[in-house]
């Protein structure tokens, strides 16, 4: 077990490296050789690597920044959703989006704070690192990455809901991370659902958050304007930035205008690279 997740770990570092290398030199289409040697890898341990992260090999990856650059590399980021929509991105019969059942309170709603409300919660493995996951007999509460800060996550999830009774059990979030990250970069295809608690304005944007289409991404400018809240831009950062469920409900999919990647709650750098295993689950099912 603890070698599996070694090795799941270096997987997401080095898949991560090699991302960010074939984006910044595409235009010199680089081989397989040169890619595994900034890695220290041999061609064919990379290929192999990469492919069991993502579930398409290096070159094909490469391909799809060549021939499909708007889709595949997110750098940039799309003015709005709509091109998304025309280029056929919410194509997907796994958009994982769908298969969420958003469950929310607001404090209003919830007036004791989660008291006697049983959190289940475990410390996983996943692609794009470590995970702290918190489940209710309602739904998933919790998802968050971090990268040795489990005591700091812990202490949020247990102020986000400071009335719910905290209980380690490794065991039953297994199933549930499984079923978030199956492996060879599939998206989800059970059914889940999510709980969360907050503001009606909260609510709002989270809801609005699982409209963005898997593979692309929307200025926050624009998604206030999405929400019918033009002048409520700095509001709505802000509470995309305190969404508890992180991957589930997309908040990496916002961007400042422009398409910079900006800031998230789980580093800009995690941000990026989901952004591009999305992308790249794009690819796969739509056989390019």
Not at 119 to 146: A, E, N, V
Not at 202 to 219: E, M
Request: charged share 20%; net charge positive; proline share 4%.
């Amino acid at each position: 077990m603890a070698s599996s997740k070694s090795t799941l770990l270096r997987d997401y570092q080095l898949a991560t490296r090699a991302i960010e290398f074939i984006e910044a030199h595409a235009d010199e289409q680089p081989d397989l050789k040169r890619v595994a040697g900034t890695l220290g890898l041999s061609a064919s341990a990379m290929n192999r690597l990469f492919s069991r992260w993502v579930g398409i090999s290096p070159k094909r990856f490469l391909q799809s920044l060549t021939l499909n650059h708007s889709q595949c590399d997110l750098r940039a980021g799309l003015s709005n959703t709509s091109s998304a929509l025309e280029s056929g991105l919410s194509g997907s019969s796994r958009l994982h989006d769908l298969f969420l059942t958003f469950h929310g309170m607001s404090p209003g709603d919830f007036k004791r704070e989660g008291k006697d409300l049983e959190i289940r919660y475990g410390q996983h493995t996943t692609p794009f690192g470590i995970c702290l996951i918190g489940l209710t007999d309602k739904g998933i509460c919790w998802l968050s990455f971090h990268d040795g800060s489990f005591k700091k996550d812990l202490h949020s999830l247990g102020t986000t809901w400071p009335g719910a009774v905290l209980i380690h059990d490794q065991s039953a979030t297994q199933d549930i991370v499984k079923t978030i990250f199956p492996g060879k970069g599939q998206l989800p295809n059970k059914p889940l659902a999510v709980l969360v608690k907050g503001s009606a304005f909260q609510l709002q944007v989270w809801r609005a958050l699982l409209g963005i289409p898997l593979g692309s991404t929307i200025a926050y400018g624009e998604l206030a304007a999405r929400i019918d809240r033009p002048n409520a831009v700095r509001a709505l950062g802000t509470a995309v930035g305190q969404n508890a469920i992180s991957f589930l409900i997309p908040c990496h999919r916002v961007v400042r205008a422009g398409g910079h990647f900006g800031q998230y709650r789980w580093g800009s750098k995690r941000k990026k690279t989901i952004l591009t295993w999305e992308s790249l689950a794009i690819d796969r099912d739509s056989r390019f």
